[in-house]
């Protein structure tokens, strides 16, 4: 092992004490705090429905998305003359039919964007809590949460966005016209496709809670089970986007689709109403930035926890030599780990929906403030989190799983990083009737009881309580970085609360680690989020000898299949174009021209 850097730098006192929060936070003990197997993926299958490339490099634009079908949609969109919100648009669009565990109508995502010009902007489309929705909706007569209840079910459903991000999102930066961006989509769930061997799977393990929660048959259900090649076809998904075709907004959010959205509520005892529909709105918002080095990284900010978390750890791995230490060395690991345990703290209490909560970004991101949160990191021990809180600012002054992910460049030089979820795989299970799509479970996202881990095993606080009309806090995590000032790189992930970490270490992959984008990603990834109190290796990821070396610091490891699976587009020295797509997904592509 290298030597280890003098840490006396730190000399700022770690002032704080929350016993409060300590109270509220739960032992993982008392819940079953879940490894992220919702966004497990399989290999690569030996047999492949359709070309797939994970890595490709283009002259002029590229496209990294979550299935071959969608890839092409939006390359072909490109070649039309559409921009990269165009493209990115008619994607969102296509994998709500070809991939649908993840892509969706029925729930929402996040976008960042750089216009050729450079400059940055931010648009959130995340979920609502219905107007009937309260902070006690989960617990039983006793006050304890009742399980599954706020996963699966009518009751799980948020308000949806995405169709109003799409439509924001042209009606500011599209040109091409919306009803050629959505009829790709329309034609496929008419004309229907081929599916690929991990949608047979997910299809075919989901049936059960398919027939659960829905009273009719619907084009995700068989008698007989799902076979590779097998023609998925969806009329009802087809007639709802020729509505949102013919009519946008009012094609989704008013009229026969919002009925069918009011009338599935009754028939499960769910939430939402046609006057939470009509008041569901998209947000353009001012994204987080900052400097690491002489790269300039813009992320999502709140409702995202995503972009401040990152933004954190990389401007407190910018006091490290990490490079000197080298690629998953002892001196690098213990640091990013121990870094995501209290980032992740920080997390639980702070963060929710700015419109209902005052989230201290400032704060969070001051270098000061950082400095103090790393006061109290050991470099030859682990930190147990019992005896890590959220950090006090009171000596700071105040300056003011299954989701999918996309990445868009275009010729012109526009980038878009667009993730949009419905945060386990195939949402609440629930198909809206005589509509074709799925329902959300974002309600999980947000804390259902103080202290008590959701799906994820992430905790919150009051910041993220449920309220009417609030958004849930997020860990999609949209990343756009330039070089020097210019464009460099473009990425994001499913994954649930590992989204972060998986696009943090990419980024140190690729800039500390010297990494090209494909490598970046494919490299094997650790996550810790501060409760539970160990750390999750992938099977890949650590080697036997450095695992022993963290257990002999007291870190506890808890090995999982896979993490987090990222997209991502590098521009590179030659002004070529690298696109990647994750191995960890069988159906990830990247295609350029």
């Known amino acids: ?132 929705a309260g902070r006690d909706m989960y617990l039983d007569a006793q006050g304890n949460v009742v399980p599954r209840l706020s996963i699966e079910g009518h009751l799980a459903a948020g308000v949806p966005g995405t169709v109003a991000g799409m439509i924001a999102a042209h009606k500011k930066h599209g040109k091409l016209p919306f009803k050629v961006l959505i009829q790709p989509a329309i034609d496929l769930a008419k004309q229907g496709y081929k599916i690929t061997q991990g949608e047979v799977d997910r299809l075919n393990g989901n049936q059960s809670a398919f027939k659960k929660y829905n009273a009719e048959d619907n084009a995700l259900v068989k008698s007989d089970p799902w076979k590779l090649s097998d023609v998925l076809v969806q009329p009802n998904l087809a007639a709802t986007l020729e509505r949102i075709q013919k009519k946008g907004k009012a094609g989704f959010y008013k009229g026969q689709t919002a009925d069918y959205i009011v009338a599935e509520m009754a028939r499960g005892n769910g939430l939402i109403s046609l006057q939470d529909l009509k008041n569901y709105d998209a947000r353009w918002r001012q994204p987080v930035e900052a400097t690491y080095k002489n790269y300039h990284i813009v992320s999502m900010p709140p409702p995202s926890s995503g972009g401040i978390i990152i933004l954190q750890l990389m401007k407190i791995m910018e006091r490290f030599p990490l490079a000197e230490w080298g690629f998953q060395s002892l001196n690098a690991v213990h640091l990013m780990a121990e870094a995501e345990r209290r980032v992740y703290a920080d997390r639980a209490q702070y963060m929710g ?95 259902a009881k103080a202290g008590v881990p959701n799906q994820f095993g992430l905790v919150g606080s009051e910041a ?89 610091l007291g870190h506890k490891l808890r090995e999982v299949n896979y993490m987090a699976v990222v997209k991502a587009i590098m521009r590179l020295p030659n002004g070529k174009l690298h696109g990647a797509g994750d191995p960890r997904n069988p159906d990830d592509d990247a295609k350029g021209y």
């Open 1 to 132: 092992m290298k030597s280890t850097p003098n840490f006396f730098l730190f000399f700022f006192i770690f002032l704080f004490s929350q016993s409060i929060l300590a109270q509220q936070v739960g032992s993982p003990s008392e819940v079953e705090v879940r490894p992220p197997s919702e966004v497990e993926v399989r290999p690569p299958s030996e047999v492949e429905v359709y070309p797939i490339r994970k890595s490709t490099i283009s002259d002029q634009a590229m496209v990294v998305s979550p299935h071959p079908i969608s890839s092409q949609v939006g390359l072909d969109i490109l070649k039309k003359g559409g921009n990269a919100i165009d493209a990115a648009i008619a994607i969102q669009f296509a994998i709500a039919v070809v991939y649908p565990r993840a892509g969706n109508i029925g729930g929402g995502g996040l976008m960042v964007l750089r216009t050729k010009d450079g400059k940055f902007e931010a648009l959130d489309y995340r979920e609502k809590a219905p107007a009937k």
């Open 464 to 552: 993220n309580s449920i309220q009417p009309g609030k958004r849930m806090l997020s860990a999609m995590s949209p990343t756009i970085v330039e070089k020097d000032g210019q464009l460099f790189l473009v990425l994001g992930a499913p994954g649930g609360s590992t989204i972060i970490t998986a696009v943090f270490q990419v980024l140190m992959n690729v800039i500390e680690f010297g990494m090209p984008i494909d490598e970046a990603i494919k490299a094997g990834r650790f996550h810790n989020q501060w409760l539970p109190d160990e750390i999750w290796v992938e099977k890949a990821a650590l080697t036997p000898e450095l695992r022993k070396e963290l257990e002999l």
């Open 353 to 447: 929906d700015p419109d209902f909560f005052q989230v201290p970004q400032d704060s969070l991101l001051n270098d000061k403030y950082l400095r103090q949160r790393m006061a109290n990191f050991n470099p030859t021990q682990a930190t147990l989190s019992k005896d890590i809180l959220a950090g006090d600012f009171r000596s700071i002054s105040k300056e003011s799983f299954e989701t999918e992910h996309t990445s868009v460049v275009d010729a012109k030089g526009n980038a878009v990083a667009v993730t949009t979820t419905l945060n386990s795989n195939f949402g609440n299970k629930v198909m809206v009737h005589g509509a074709g799509f799925l329902l959300n479970n974002e309600m999980d996202d947000f804390s």
